[in-house]
């Protein structure tokens, strides 16, 4: 009688308390599968109402209302459900920061000002346990980006199934971080001393660093207009995409002066820029459309940067931007929620302004476009990666937005994660 409780307390441990480590990233698809009856969500502003999505080797092979599943393949009824393109992070520190307020869990800076040489994919960690809980949102794919100084190093795209940063590389080395200086002048008053030194203008300092790193572009840019391109110089040559545009410059700032900076930079060098931040974007939202630079706004469940602005300016942000046909993503770098509000930031913009097919778009195709993987994802149209999510509601509405399914290039994910194992956990402590 012991050894029967000792074994039936063991199996429901590991039915139900198993481990994350236990979860394993799915295997290649190499067949065909169906996904009928849905209410389909393409991403670029369409919806298909009860159609159906034929997905043969990992690429979306037909879309649309005609196709009839044949037995050549898998098929999934969704009937009463939303499919959708796989949802992105446009920025965040996933895999590099497991616990914010625990250093040894950090691994997203590097010393030293200058550092574009330095490659956020290879301290990717795919094991860290905040990834399933991105899943079982609906989240897919996610930039990942690198902090620190005034050149942080080179943000990489990964799809978030995988072994390895090998594995989970989806566009490696694609964005190069600029952290603007603050250019507002905060009166501080522990900064003067009796007897120390004058306080240093924040301003002057923040302008000065601009020139360094205007000075470090330059340097640059001369080495790759010269026949021998920065052969020994590392950080001269991690910057040469910029140049041939196949990187993009990712300029952290807020407010309109660091924006104008950076507008000034991006033109000096023939830089695609993209704003990550933006939150007073919306004040030159027509100077943006005219220099086709592209914003990130990473935080929108906050206050507004100037208190002259109405309180609820971030949520108009994106309406704003729409009009004025900026090209714009929302993402969620709460370090709290670390990225699982992304389709709730978007919800709160589509009440604010913005239908909630523009509000997809700006956390699927838009990002898509912006991190310069457009052609490979960001929605459910022929020839792109099967990255889709099956949801038995809105996928913007909380209470409604429950992920059934998901699939990563075809592959249909375990969507176990550690959130749900102690929830099962606690149901069993508590004999609900």
Not at 52 to 62: A, D, L, P, R, S
Not at 170 to 196: C, H, L, Q, W
Not at 289 to 318: E, G, I, R
Request: hydrophobic share 40%; with cysteine; aromatic share 6%.
């Amino acid at each position: 009688m012991k050894r029967l409780i000792i074994y039936s307390s063991f199996l429901l441990l590991s039915m139900v308390g198993k481990a994350q480590e236990n979860i394993y990233p799915a295997k290649e698809n190499k067949g065909i599968t169906y996904i009928t009856n849905a209410t389909i969500h393409v991403g670029n502003g369409q919806v298909i109402q009860n159609g159906t999505v034929k997905i043969k080797n990992g690429k979306i092979e037909q879309v649309g209302t005609s196709i009839t599943a044949g037995s050549d393949g898998k098929t999934v009824n969704a009937s009463g459900k939303h499919v959708y393109p796989g949802l992105i992070l446009s920025s965040t520190n996933l895999g590099l920061v497991e616990v914010n307020s625990v250093r040894a869990t950090e691994d997203q800076r590097e010393l030293g000002e200058l550092n574009p040489n330095i490659h956020a994919l290879v301290a990717y960690n795919t094991d860290s346990k905040v990834i399933g809980t991105l899943k079982s949102n609906g989240i897919l794919l996610a930039n990942i980006v690198p902090q620190g100084g005034l050149i942080s190093g080179a943000s990489s795209v990964v799809q978030l199934d995988a072994w390895n940063w090998e594995d989970a590389a989806y566009k490696t080395d694609g964005g190069i971080i600029f952290n603007m200086p603050s250019m507002i002048n905060r009166p501080n008053r522990f900064a003067e001393v009796v007897g120390g030194p004058p306080p240093v203008d924040p301003v002057k300092r923040a302008l000065e660093q601009v020139d360094k790193m205007k000075s470090f572009f330059s340097e640059a840019r001369a080495s790759y207009n010269g026949s021998n391109y920065a052969s020994t110089n590392l950080k001269l040559n991690a910057v040469k995409g910029l140049f041939d545009k196949s990187q993009k410059l990712y300029v952290n700032c807020n407010t309109v002066k660091e924006m104008l900076v950076a507008i000034d930079i991006a033109k000096e060098y023939g830089f695609d820029l993209v704003i990550m931040g933006g939150s007073e974007s919306y004040l030159i939202a027509d100077l943006l459309k005219q220099n086709n630079v592209a914003v990130v706004l990473t935080q929108m469940h906050s206050l507004p940067t100037s208190p002259d602005d109405d309180v609820d300016q971030p949520y108009k942000t994106p309406a704003a931007l729409q009009k004025a046909g900026v090209l714009f993503a929302i993402t969620d770098e709460d370090g709290q929620t670390r990225g699982r509000n992304l389709s709730y930031n978007a919800g709160t913009a589509a009440a604010y302004g913005l239908s909630k097919e523009q509000a997809l778009s700006a956390i699927t195709l838009n990002a898509a476009k912006v991190l310069g993987i457009a052609d490979k994802t960001g929605s459910i149209e022929v020839g792109k990666d099967a990255n889709i999510v099956i949801a038995d509601g809105d996928i913007l509405d909380m209470r409604s937005s429950n992920v059934s399914s998901a699939y990563i290039q075809g592959r249909e994910l375990n969507l176990t994660d550690k959130h749900k194992q102690l929830y099962e956990r606690y149901k069993y402590k508590y004999g609900l």
